[in-house]
């Protein structure tokens, strides 16, 4: 397989056994970066309940 570069005009051969482990590779370490990003947002979500502004707001609703 060979792919082309457009920033150097040149083309780059990869051999085909080397392809796709790059690429599960390269899967894996976006995957454990989302993976992280949805924890740090759930931690984030679990604690927005707390916030002295929501508290007030929904307490002002349960009264009317």
């Known amino acids: 397989m060979i792919l082309y570069c457009p920033l150097t ?3 780059h ?5 080397g392809a796709p482990a790059l690429i599960v ?7 454990l970066i989302a993976a992280l990003f949805s924890f740090a ?3 984030c979500a679990w ?3 707390d916030m002295h502004v929501l508290v ?3 307490d ?3 009264r009317g």
Not at 25 to 31: I, P
């Open 56 to 58: 007030k707001r929904r």
């Open 13 to 17: 051969g990869y051999a085909q056994e």
């Open 41 to 43: 947002a759930s931690v």
């Open 47 to 49: 604690f927005l309940e």
């Open 9 to 11: 005009g040149g083309s």
């Open 60 to 62: 002002a609703l349960d």
């Open 25 to 31: 590779q390269t899967l894996h370490a976006d995957f």
